[in-house]
């Protein structure tokens, strides 16, 4: 059985800080590439970053520099420290182990964390 559990988040200034955690297992595709996404208010989700196990990566562009995305494989656990936060960064963000690379771009799987809520406040 797939469990996705994701941790970190919460209230940050502008700014500030935040590291969120998500760790995955039962993924049948396996986890070689995980990622994250976020959905803001009243928006549709979006790509945050996307990781393989070698290490490639992928951004959105507009986080690029101020977004990390990192793993753990022995723990099965992807990390995204997000530095510089701003009020438009505020969302639910979700992980999605298992997804798959078409070209340099991530894609996501199926299967999805929770979600985690991030809000940034002035």
């Known amino acids: 059985q797939a469990q996705v559990v994701e941790s970190g988040g919460g209230l940050v200034q502008t700014g500030g800080s935040v590291r969120l955690s998500c760790t995955a297992s039962?993924?049948?595709?396996?986890?070689?590439?995980m990622g994250w996404y976020r959905r803001a208010p009243g928006e549709q989700r979006e790509l945050v970053a996307g990781?393989?196990?070698?290490?490639?990566?992928d951004y959105r562009a507009s986080m690029k520099g101020r977004f990390t995305i990192s793993r753990d494989n022995a723990k099965n656990t992807v990390y995204l420290e997000m530095n510089n936060l701003t009020p438009d960064d505020t969302a639910i963000y979700y992980c999605?182990?298992?997804?798959?690379?078409?070209?340099?771009?991530?894609?996501?799987?199926?299967?999805w964390g929770q979600g985690t809520q991030v809000t940034v406040s002035l």
């Open positions: 999605n182990p298992g997804g798959h690379w078409r070209g340099v771009y991530y894609y996501p799987s199926k299967y």
């Open positions: 039962g993924i049948p595709s396996g986890i070689s590439a």
């Open positions: 990781i393989d196990s070698d290490g490639r990566t």
